[in-house]
Structures are given as structure tokens and as C-alpha cells.
């Protein structure tokens, strides 16, 4: 069944990317603010892109499964 994940896995690319921009965004206003250390938020949005990537990942796994039929 290749190609199954596509779907999820694509909506799952859109929120890392929403994410990164989201961030870009804090940092921006931070620097824009005068601010000299990062946003209060910017390690739990950090951790969750990397969680969003690895679910792309894990869903990009051949399904060794199917090799036991």
C-alpha cells in the first residue's frame, strides 16, 4: 500500500513549515522590540517542529511489515 501516509504526511510538512514560520515571526518582533534573548516560546516551538519532522519521517519508512507475507 505505498502512498498511503502521502496525505497525512504532506498536512504533517505544512505544520513543521507553519511552525519555522511562526518562529521566524517571534524572533523577528523579539529583535524588532529590542530584545536580546529568544522568545519565552521558542524551545517548545523548536521541539515540536522536530516532533512533526520525525512523524514525516517515521511515515516515510518502507513498511517492513508486508515483508513478512
Do not use: T, Y
Amino acid at each position: 500500500m505505498a502512498g498511503e501516509f502521502d496525505d497525512i504526511r504532506g498536512r504533517l510538512e505544512a505544520i513543521s513549515e507553519e511552525l519555522a514560520d511562526l518562529s521566524i515571526q517571534r524572533l523577528k518582533e523579539s529583535i524588532d522590540a529590542g530584545g536580546h534573548e529568544l522568545p519565552v516560546d521558542e524551545k517548545r516551538m523548536a521541539r515540536a517542529r522536530r516532533a512533526v519532522e520525525k512523524a514525516v519521517g517515521i511515515l516515510q519508512e518502507p513498511d517492513r511489515h508486508h515483508d513478512l507475507d
